[in-house]
């Protein structure tokens, strides 16, 4: 299994460009999220899914456009990129659990965007 | 609303220390699920273990244990006669049983370093 796949694994954007992220597993798990992690801030929480069709924001979604048009793809759109965006991306996936179960998050290897 | 604190931004020892990582977390979830992840140098995000609210059972891993104490909200990680290679940043996450809550929510995360 190729678990997550993010892709690119790096990019260099200048200031008001756009671009997305993809973001592809073949888990078939329902949750998908992305993350950006900056130094000392740990992992944030951009936008979620939690199926097809079913996404919401975060805890820093400005900036940032989500769409899940498909159990396995979640892209992560930058409309006009700015040096705050600079950071690494992560997606992340996991399986939903009936009653006590659950799973942990299986993650991409990342994304590392610099906006100059 | 969840929230997951590690005190520890940085921890240095020596080879063969042993060294505690500190987590602590709230939910007003009755039943939740605790992680810890680990970031070598390399970028990509191992998980290590996952516990669940109501097994309080602490767990040895070969090197690596885990106390869970509900009474406190603590979840904390302990690795044995440290080694160079354990030098990475640790990350404890929490999530919910449904909904948004279900995407885990990171702390800021611990850098260990192991020095020979």
């Known amino acids: 299994n190729a678990g997550v796949t993010q892709t690119p694994k790096f990019q260099v954007l200048k200031t008001g460009q756009s671009m997305t992220l993809q973001c592809a597993q073949d888990m078939n798990h329902e949750y998908m999220s992305w993350y950006r992690q900056d130094p000392g801030m740990g992992l944030r929480l951009i936008h979620y899914s939690v199926g097809a069709g079913i996404t919401d924001q975060g805890e820093v979604p400005n900036g940032y456009n989500v769409s899940r048009s498909t159990t396995e793809d979640f892209p992560l759109r930058l409309l006009s990129a700015a040096p705050s965006q600079t950071s690494v991306y992560f997606c992340?996936?996991?399986?939903?659990?009936?009653?006590?179960?659950?799973?942990?998050?299986?993650f991409g290897q990342g994304t590392r965007l610099t906006v100059v | 609303a969840q929230k997951v604190t590690q005190a520890q931004t940085e921890i240095s020892v020596v080879e063969k220390e042993d060294v505690t990582l500190d987590c602590v977390y709230e939910?007003?979830?009755?039943?939740?699920?605790l992680f810890w992840y680990k970031q070598p140098p390399s970028g990509e995000l191992v998980f290590l273990i996952r516990?669940?609210?109501?097994?309080?059972q602490n767990e040895i891993s070969g090197r690596y244990s885990w106390n869970f104490q509900k009474s406190t909200s603590s979840f904390n990680f302990t690795i044995t006669a440290s080694q160079v290679v354990d030098s990475a940043v640790y990350f404890c996450a929490l999530r919910g049983p449904s909904g948004g809550s279900y995407i885990p929510t990171f702390g800021r995360g611990t850098s260990l370093i192991v020095h020979p």
């Open positions: 516990r669940n609210s109501f097994d309080e």
């Open positions: 939910t007003r979830d009755t039943t939740y699920y």
């Open positions: 992340a996936s996991s399986y939903v659990g009936t009653g006590a179960r659950g799973t942990e998050a299986f």
